[in-house]
């Protein structure tokens, strides 16, 4: 079963998307909430699989909603106005359904949502390790109000400070609250290199290398950053880049 919440402002729009999903089996609704406050409440204490949001409620909007959770579930947005859809998808939303709500348009975005499901399922039965990302793979990063949804391989940089983790892509620099313990567990070593106790490297986005005291190393990333590698570290990276 796919445990959902309805979250909308409006009464009469969560009754009539119930009714509609009569019709998925699947699908099996464990609460809704009338704002974003309620809704927030409910996916912490519920973990849903998958939300159906409203984007404009009083007090916060759908979007705001979303930056403050910690964990985002599948996210269908349903909303009475479409110059919202491209942003919708920006936060990755799996579809976006304009009320009234069309019987089939809701057929669509089930199916999608089986369909990431299948591939979550392929990826995570593919790897030895569960839960390792390749760089093709997107992740999705909130800082504050601002949302991403970015490509690992456009990732240059991780940069630990204090529980949190400064990442690096473009021009932006947004903390996550992720340890980068926690986050060399999750990355290709072929790909990201601790460099030190306090980066990891996108070993792709280094632009120069230059030897450094002590024995070390000193890396040029392609957005000008500077970041040494530990003499420890350095001997692994030799061996791995074959200097």
Not at 141 to 151: A, I, S, Y
Request: hydrophobic content about 40%; overall charge negative.
């Amino acid at each position: 079963m796919i445990k959902t919440v309805l979250i909308d402002d409006e009464r009469l729009a969560r009754t009539e998307l119930k009714k509609l999903l009569i019709d998925f089996p699947e699908i099996e609704v464990v609460a809704e909430a009338a704002n974003a406050n309620e809704g927030l409440e409910k996916i912490e204490s519920l973990n849903p699989d998958l939300i159906f949001l409203d984007i404009q409620m009083p007090g916060k909007t759908g979007f705001e909603m979303l930056s403050e959770l910690n964990r985002v579930p599948y996210v269908i947005f349903t909303t009475a106005y479409d110059e919202y859809a491209l942003k919708a998808f920006e936060v990755n939303a799996l579809d976006y359904l304009l009320k009234p709500i069309e019987p089939k348009r809701l057929a669509d975005a089930v199916q999608k949502l089986q369909n990431a499901e299948e591939k979550e399922m392929q990826i995570s039965s593919e790897n030895t390790n569960k839960s390792l990302l390749s760089e093709n793979d997107q992740v999705f990063v909130k800082d504050g109000e601002r949302c991403w949804f970015v490509k690992l391989s456009e990732i240059r940089l991780f940069e630990s400070v204090g529980n949190y983790a400064k990442v690096y892509f473009g021009p932006n620099k947004p903390l996550i609250l992720k340890s980068l313990n926690a986050l060399e567990e999750r990355l290709d070593e072929k790909v990201f290199f601790r460099a030190n106790r306090k980066h990891i490297v996108n070993l792709r986005m280094i632009e120069k290398i230059e030897p450094y005291f002590n024995g070390g190393l000193l890396l040029e990333l392609k957005g000008a950053e500077k970041i040494e590698v530990s003499r420890r570290q350095t001997v692994k990276f030799k061996e791995m880049m074959s200097l």
